[in-house]
């Protein structure tokens, strides 16, 4: 197939959320054919599994403005910019009507298991940039089926690959074994049964970040509710609490999260929550009906009824295997990225916008965007997404002007971290997202804390 045939070809999305949906309408607007290759049942899957949790970034903040001029014509109206969305308003009041528009354009149910170029494996270099890629989906039946594609932008994110408990980033021993008893995701206590599973119980919250302090300021609201007393938290930090361990406060240009940092203090500091320094997960035990957390040191601490580990997230790159991308051996990331995102550097208020130029690999064609793009990093915005997805449609469809520009204004203090929430020197297990503030912020401890915990 020659260079004109494959420019016939669509661009092939990997992932419907808000970074690939914002891909699509961007080709769209470019006059280019997205096909978006989908794993989960529905657009936006990933961030329906957290559908409880609110953002920290406003709606202003999380539409992209493409998306917002093709929505336009079908009476969508944009939410008020300044305030807040759960998860699951941002799923059913952006991105499912922003799917709708792209109809047949997306493919639901569709997960990716190879992407190479045609006739190519790795290896192969005659006459590799004149192939089309070839992207190859498996649906839950078991039927398989391959794609031709002119190029491939993978914006299927990290959240279905988080990270374990062990300080090593292995698994802790025993933690398999204890794994009815762990979880790694901010618990929805709205929901009765799961409320039921930490109510009045001792639960450890390894990590220190956004979704940590979720967790903390979550568990915190339960205990002093009527069904929740005796609710506790042991907060697991691999490092000694300092200054910076609870964020920016109100020094933070996004607000709702500044608040949510102060809520965790305020669980530290009214005895909901006990934290546990220094501590690096080795071994997960059982102690009778409960667990006992082992560090590499030898510490242990006391028993718990459950374990919420939430250090972070890693790219699965496993059915990239096949193309020559650049990813830095630390981070996982474009290795021209990585230095701009390197958590032992910087915070996400340090990075500068960026786009194809940090994004482009050996094999021209294939990008990484949104929350795939950032490796093992954490702290990314979805403001951050939009601006890449933007410069790299434009390189696609040759407007290499337009690619080169920047587009985007970022605040460059207190934004997830420097001073702040997520400076982690020598430790890159903090979670990443642009979310997250408990509902309870509004109404009980959390607006306690939010109000003058610091």
Not at 26 to 55: I, M, N, Y
Not at 310 to 322: I, K, M, S
Request: aromatic share 6%; net charge negative; glycine share 12%.
């Amino acid at each position: 197939m020659n260079i004109t045939a494959t420019d016939q070809l669509p661009v092939v999305v990997v992932g419907a959320g808000p970074a690939g949906l914002a891909t699509a309408a961007h080709l769209v607007d470019r006059g280019l054919e997205p096909l978006v290759l989908e794993a989960g049942a529905r657009a936006g899957a990933a961030v329906r599994e957290w559908s409880h949790v609110r953002l920290f970034s406003a709606w202003g903040e999380v539409v992209d403005p493409v998306a917002e001029k093709l929505l336009a014509p079908t009476g969508w109206v944009k939410p008020d910019s300044d305030t807040y969305p759960t998860g699951g308003d941002w799923a059913d009041g952006y991105l499912q009507p922003l799917a709708d528009v792209l109809g047949d354009r997306i493919r639901l149910g569709a997960r990716v298991t190879g992407v190479s170029r045609t006739g190519r494996d790795r290896v192969v270099d005659a006459d590799r940039g004149r192939q089309p890629f070839t992207v190859h989906v498996r649906y839950g039946d078991g039927r398989e089926e391959r794609f031709l594609a002119r190029a491939v932008i993978d914006a299927s994110g990290t959240w279905s690959t988080p990270s374990p408990a062990g300080g090593d980033g292995l698994p802790a021993l025993g933690e398999r074994a204890a794994a009815g008893r762990v979880s790694y995701r901010v618990p929805d206590l709205d929901d009765p049964a799961v409320r039921a599973r930490y109510a009045g119980r001792r639960t450890a919250v390894i990590g220190s970040g956004a979704s940590a302090f979720t967790t903390l300021a979550s568990l915190a609201a339960l205990a002093t509710s009527a069904d929740g007393s005796g609710t506790r938290a042991a907060w697991i930090l691999r490092r000694a609490v300092s200054g910076a361990t609870f964020g920016g406060g109100s020094a933070d240009q996004l607000p709702a999260r500044g608040a949510l940092g102060l809520a965790a203090r305020a669980a530290v500091d009214e005895g909901y929550a006990e934290a546990v320094t220094g501590f690096r997960t080795a071994a997960i035990e059982r102690e009778g009906e409960r667990l006992v957390l082992v560090a590499e040191d030898g510490r242990r601490t006391g028993p718990v009824d459950e374990v919420i580990v939430l250090t972070g997230f890693r790219p699965d790159l496993t059915f990239l295997d096949e193309l020559r991308l650049d990813l830095d051996e630390r981070l996982q990331a474009p290795v021209a990225l990585a230095p701009l995102i390197d958590p032992n550097q910087h915070s996400c208020g340090t990075v500068h916008p960026h786009g194809v130029k940090e994004l482009s690999h050996p094999e021209e064609g294939v990008y990484l965007v949104g929350m795939k793009s950032y490796g093992r990093a954490p702290s990314f915005l979805a403001l951050t997404g939009y601006e890449q997805v933007r410069s790299v449609v434009a390189a696609i469809a040759g407007d290499h002007a337009s690619a080169e520009r920047v587009e985007l204004v970022l605040p460059e203090t207190g934004v997830c971290g420097g001073a702040g929430l997520f400076d982690r020197p020598a430790d890159t297990t903090t979670d990443g997202g642009c979310c997250a503030i408990p509902a309870e912020l509004r109404t009980g401890v959390g607006a306690t804390a939010a109000s003058g915990g610091c």
